[in-house]
């Protein structure tokens, strides 16, 4: 996603947004991700159906072990013979429940991975600038990523083994209640210490998850970090070093998962002896002479057979909470992400602009108090060229950010064409200003689709190639393997910058914008490129409003105005030659640039 101008000061208007948790009470949190379920509720109808027929299977295996118990017992061949077509009849009906609970669950889980995740990205298209200049690319990603798949075990992963399993031990536990309730109670005694071992374990999994979550926030912010900027990782021998950092980030998150891994370890164990020490004291009673002496040996097999059924489902139950608290914690940290302020649209109004810009006292203050800009008054003319120069922090690119409404005044006022800015629509605003940032950004996708990109999809051939012309870039891609059609890689780094440089033109170029501004359009040419993109900026900035933001200032020696900015002010304003005839800070300036 292409970021707008980073102000000029180091500083940003932005806090650090906390996107990692939000506090939100675990059953709010439960509930919310729940929420995304209603619509498939059928499929969900589906799962517990099928779970169920697989939980019934489970009393019937012990079933028929009394069955064919009592049936040799008895010595008679009729039910035997009827045995094995009983095996296959129970297996297939358990395979129909096993298909069914596993389809439909799946089903959901993928369909709840792919909302949650389109509807992050949604988001993410409708936060502020000020979200993204507080936030680490890589962090951003992992909530779209890691996060939203560790969610799915929260929802569904975890709901598909509360009712496979839960279902089974309330099967199991009702055939043992209805076969001898007596023995049965004697399980329900271990009942609260496994309880409280739960709920300890699941305070240390949400905590340990948060951790984990933010480790893997640190791993993509240097994983992204490295690969963006891999030649100066190169150039300047920060291999070892950025081995070192990424080494210490994953060293961090595999202590984290370890904790999580012992804490399931022991958490497992415990609860499963605590099953065992039950389970022996009823297998004991249940040999009592007593005990025997009043059911078949076929009843007594079957029983102690579902006894033993309960001890896989109930291991599963225990370590479904490892998977269910990671996935609270992750729906905690996307749910922050979702409910951060998006954009504000204060606007209205849809004009066709002519370009007349007019700052009247305008000041930005950031919020550690570094001022931006101070009492800024300026009145553009409609297809005027004023150029902004001065050194850095000066204010030229906060000043830009203002137009574009990425930034909002502390104080004082900007119209366009006599309208309030923030009575324009930020779409009717934007659509109208063209942009030609330092910084280039290109997607990866076609030479065509980066030129005529966004809301200029629907322009022709032909208007794109005379863009491109324009820019002078047409020679280039008709070089390229698939002229127009061919691919240009991440972020453009199959071109050289001037290539780079010239597609963004031709894409401001295309715009046809009635305000354009230029932020070191040509830094990245060389002296002949820049000669032909200055005559094709000439030819383009006629009747249109121009803003060029220039170091060099012999660039800008033909703009209408230049206005020389200084701590947030302007300090001098007028052409070139009147600048250099006031032998003030540009004429300074001049002097070393052209030395």
Do not use: C
């Not at 075990?153 to 099967?171: E, F, I, N, Y």
């Not at 102690?304 to 489902?313: C, F, H, N, R, T």
């Not at 504000?344 to 570094?370: F, M, R």
């Not at 060229?385 to 004082?412: F, I, M």
Request: no cysteine; hydrophobic share 45%.
């Amino acid at each position: 996603m292409s970021q707008a101008y980073q102000p000029d000061s180091t500083k940003t208007s932005a806090k650090k947004v906390s996107v990692a948790s939000s506090g939100t009470p675990k059953h709010k949190t439960l509930l919310r991700l729940l929420s995304y379920l209603k619509p498939y509720w059928w499929a969900l109808l589906l799962t517990i159906l099928g779970f169920a027929i697989n939980a019934g299977t489970e009393i019937w295996i012990a079933k028929l072990l009394q069955y064919i118990t009592d049936a040799i017992n008895q010595n008679d061949q009729s039910k035997q013979n009827l045995f094995p077509f009983m095996i296959i009849g129970l297996f297939f009906v358990r395979g129909v429940g096993s298909f069914l609970g596993n389809y439909y669950s799946a089903l959901v889980s993928r369909n709840l991975v792919y909302e949650l995740r389109v509807e992050v990205f949604n988001k993410l298209l409708r936060l502020p600038s000020s979200f993204f200049l507080a936030n680490p690319a890589g962090t951003i990603s992992s909530k779209l990523i890691f996060d939203v798949e560790q969610v799915t075990a929260a929802s569904t992963d975890s709901m598909k083994t509360l009712l496979r399993d839960g279902l089974t031990v309330v099967a199991l536990i009702g055939f043992l209640l209805y076969s001898n309730w007596r023995l049965t109670l004697i399980l329900f005694v271990v009942l609260p210490p496994i309880l409280w071992l739960i709920r300890v374990a699941s305070k240390r999994y949400l905590r340990l998850s948060k951790g984990i979550q933010e480790t893997m926030g640190d791993v993509s912010h240097i994983t992204n970090e490295v690969i963006g900027g891999y030649q100066v990782v190169k150039n300047y021998g920060g291999q070892a070093y950025e081995a070192k950092r990424f080494d210490k980030t994953s060293k961090k998150n595999l202590r984290q998962g370890m904790k999580v891994v012992v804490t399931n370890s022991i958490n497992t164990p415990a609860v499963q002896l605590l099953m065992a020490i039950a389970m022996s004291v009823v297998v004991w009673l249940a040999l009592r002479p007593a005990v025997i002496d009043n059911i078949s040996a076929g009843a007594f097999i079957s029983y102690i057979a579902a006894a033993g059924l309960l001890s896989k489902p109930v291991r599963s139950l225990t370590d479904v909470n490892q998977k269910l608290q990671k996935g609270l914690a992750a729906g905690e940290s996307i749910f922050a992400l979702l409910d951060e302020p998006e954009e504000q649209d204060t606007g209205v109004l849809s004009p066709a602009l002519t370009g007349e810009i007019k700052l009247d006292n305008v000041s930005l203050v950031y919020p550690d108090s570094t001022v931006a800009l101070r009492d800024f008054t300026l009145d553009v003319r409609a297809g005027e060229t004023v150029a902004l120069v001065g050194r850095s922090g000066a204010g030229k690119s906060s000043l830009v950010n203002l137009l574009t409404r990425t930034l909002s005044t502390t104080s004082g006022h900007i119209t366009l064409d006599g309208i309030p800015i923030e009575d324009i629509t930020l779409e009717s605003l934007r659509a109208q200003i063209a942009m030609v940032n330092q910084q280039v950004v290109l997607f990866n996708t076609t030479v065509f689709n980066n030129i005529a990109y966004g809301g200029l999809a629907n322009k022709t051939q032909a208007e794109v190639e005379r863009a491109a012309k324009d820019a002078f870039a047409h020679d280039f891609i008709m070089k390229m393997p698939n002229g127009y059609q061919s691919q240009i890689g991440a972020e453009g780094l199959q071109l050289s910058g001037g290539q780079r440089q010239r597609l963004s033109i031709a894409r401001a170029l295309l715009k046809d914008a009635p305000i354009l501004i230029l932020d070191e359009a040509t830094s990245a040419l060389d002296n002949e490129s820049e000669y032909y993109i200055q005559q094709a900026l000439d030819n383009v900035m006629k009747d249109r409003t121009t803003l060029v933001i220039a170091h060099r200032l012999t660039t800008i020696e033909s703009a209408d105005r230049i206005a020389v900015l200084d701590g947030g002010q302007i300090v001098e304003l007028g052409t070139h030659d009147e600048l250099m005839q006031q032998q003030g800070h540009y004429a300074q300036m001049y002097e070393r640039d052209f030395e």
